[in-house]
């Protein structure tokens, strides 16, 4: 017996399966499922399914005063069934955030913010005394499953004086804990886009690629994608959206899309404010922003699923295989216009959205808010 069929699964390539689970994992794949099984889910012909939406970076520790969120409120309800939150938590703190994880409907996963408190403060990098070697050991063995990489935030107002000795410390830890992916986050100068760039790894991760400054991606004078980006980009270190409030311009998103160069995965960089108030609102509000851009849905729904799941080892997520865990988003396009607005004020309009319905998390069918507006 089988704890729930899903008939009718059709995904983006206009496939469909049926889909049974049992103990939270996907056990089959197959044109016609005969066993029988405790629940029944019949998708209608309108709706699509994909492995669970992965967002790899939010901001849902909700004891932080400057960036945080509930993890149910971007994730289940949204269609998300797994957040990677971004660094809000240090060592000293993680272990806490980790405690409420347990809690919730939605996976949750972190990354260490390699300043012991994570941000507590703006410049959680400006005093390299929070950079402590033997706390960030302690937190990695301490939590080796919800902790799933490191991240250090790289611009002005983060980093003080300290230059580029932030991100030479993370990658020196990331380097005694391989494989350990690490996130960093661009914004302003200094440190200057090319000297960080140039300490990068293939498989790092450049969260904020496509934000409008001056110190991007993008010359605001030849209206081109700067040439060490490019280089950058081909020597394999992997470009994230991270939306948030400052860090997504339609116009750089546009020419670098012109160009060739797509970010591989696509994330909200969500906290309360920028929920409620947008730009960001959800991950379906800036998986549509890169509709506009020019990008396909299969393109798109590939960079929520497989690219983080690989990014950051997630291995029994981000598809619909035997084995893997039974996490799946159930969605539907509407044919309606919606306004998009990027970090800086510019405005698109969507002819088509993608609504979430049902959310699947663990096997667990819960029905999505947005899917009642
Ligand atoms: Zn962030």
Partial sequence: MLDLIIKNARNIHEETVEIGVQAGKIATVA???????????????????????????VHCYEKMQLYYDYPDEIGVTQGVTTVIDAGTTGAENIGDFAELAKCTKTNVFALLNISKWGIVEQDELADLSKVQADLINEALENYPEFI??????????????????????????????????????????????????????????????????????????TGKI???????????????????????????????FQEGLKATSISTDIYIRNRKKGPV????????KLRV???????IL????????????????GAIKEGLDADFTIFKFVEAEKELIDSNGNQEIASEQIVPVKTVIGGQVYDNELSKV
């Fill in 226 to 256: 700067k040439a060490f980006a490019w280089e950058t980009f081909k020597r394999g270190i992997i470009f994230d959206i991270g939306h948030g409030t400052d860090s997504f311009n339609f116009t750089v998103a546009k020419e670098a």
């Fill in 31 to 57: 044109k016609e499922i005969t066993e029988p099984a405790l629940q029944e889910l019949h998708l209608s012909e309108n709706e699509y399914i994909s492995a669970g939406w992965i967002d790899d970076h």
């Fill in 302 to 317: 590939e960079k929520v699923t497989v690219a983080p799941a690989k990014n950051f080892n997630l291995n029994s997520k």
């Fill in 281 to 288: 609102f959800n991950l379906a509000t800036t998986m549509e």
């Fill in 148 to 221: 799933v990489g490191i991240k250090a935030r790289m611009s002005k107002t983060v980093i003080g004086d300290n230059g580029l000795t932030p991100l030479q410390m993370a990658k020196k830890i990331q380097k005694d804990h391989a494989p350990l992916p690490l996130m960093v986050h661009i914004g302003s100068a200094p440190p200057e886009l090319d000297e960080i760039f140039s300490l990068l790894d293939q498989g790092d991760v450049v969260t904020h690629c496509f934000n409008g400054k001056a110190n991007g991606i993008y010359d605001w004078q």
């Fill in 293 to 299: 851009v020019g990008y396909s849905w299969p393109e």
